[in-house]
Structures are given as structure tokens and as C-alpha cells.
């Protein structure tokens, strides 16, 4: 729980903010992998710094919906892809749900430690390796990705999966901040 952005309880939110309920809900059903409200239905995580602005939360679940289901990406690469965020950003909360869903869909404890430590596995197929390291590229980086990283991933994944892990990076950067701002780690 953060003490900066403390979990507003569920009978006090606005109109505005009981939105985010009703997203959440439709974009994790009612048996998520992860913890993302409290026993008396307070929001955590990013979610308790967002109903602090209540007009954004609308077009942030729109674009959060948007990046992490456009199905460009399979379901492993994208993981390790958001996992290459949490080792530059450090959001524990983050880091908690996607070591969860990465080992739901099949990441092995030792692929998830090492992505999150921003390192590659040995056992990631190639395309799995590229998307890692441009996620990682672009998570750590202030600017261009380097030339040889676009000719490799170019060659494995093509431009349209190259575009993808750009916004699927940018996504949880924009998350990971909102986490940062707020010191908010994972949840006991």
C-alpha cells in the first residue's frame, strides 16, 4: 500500500472513478492471476494512483486494453518484453503480476529471474531472445534503437511485431511511472 496514493475505499469513488472498477473487471475477469484490489475492494497497484485522476482513467484503460491485447506478439515474447521493463524501471508491482502470468503461460522461474535482472535465458527461442532485447533496448535507452538492433529484429520478427513491442514497452513504461511516483510495491 502506498502512502502516497493511498487506496481509495470502493463506497467513497466518484462516477468517474467507478469506471476503473468495471474496466478492470473486464480486462482480468473475475479469477485474475494477480492481486489488483484489496479484500474490501480498494484498487492497488497502478490502479490506485490512476483514480487520482479521475479523466484520465477512461483513455488509460483504452490504451492499456489497446497495447497489451493486440495480439501481434505471442503470449511468452510479450511477457519477457514487459519483464525487460520491469528490470530498468524496478516497479515491484509490475514485476509481481507479469512473474505470475509469465509463469502461467510456461516462463520457467530461471527465464522470469533472468529477464527481470535484464538478462538473457540460454533456453528463449531467437525471436523470443530479439524481442527481449529491443524491449530492453528501448526500455533503457534515450534514444534510437541502435542500427544492428533494428537489422536483427527487422530480419527475425519484421516491422508491424518491431512496432508492437515499441508500444507494448511504452505502455508499461507510462505504468511502471505511475508505480514509481507513488512507491508502490507488490502486494503481501
Known sequence: MSHRFPPIPSIDLSPDQRVATTKLSQ?????????????DGSMIGPYS?????????????????????????????????ILAVTAVYEAPYVLYAHHLIGASIGLSEEEISNASKGRLSDTLTESEAVTFSIAYELAA?????????????????????????????SGYVYTSILLNVGAIGAPE
Open 141 to 169: 535507452g534515450r534514444g534510437p534503437l541502435s542500427e544492428s538492433s533494428w537489422n536483427r529484429a527487422l530480419t527475425v520478427l519484421g516491422r508491424e511485431k518491431i512496432a508492437g513491442i515499441a508500444h507494448l514497452v
Open 27 to 39: 480486462m482480468f475477469g473475475d479469477n485474475p492471476v494477480f492481486k489488483y484490489q484489496n479484500e
Open 49 to 81: 494512483v490512476l483514480l487520482y485522476t479521475p479523466n484520465l482513467i477512461e483513455p488509460w484503460f483504452g490504451l492499456a486494453s489497446s497495447v497489451t491485447k493486440q495480439g501481434i506478439l505471442e503470449p511468452r515474447g510479450k511477457e519477457l518484453a
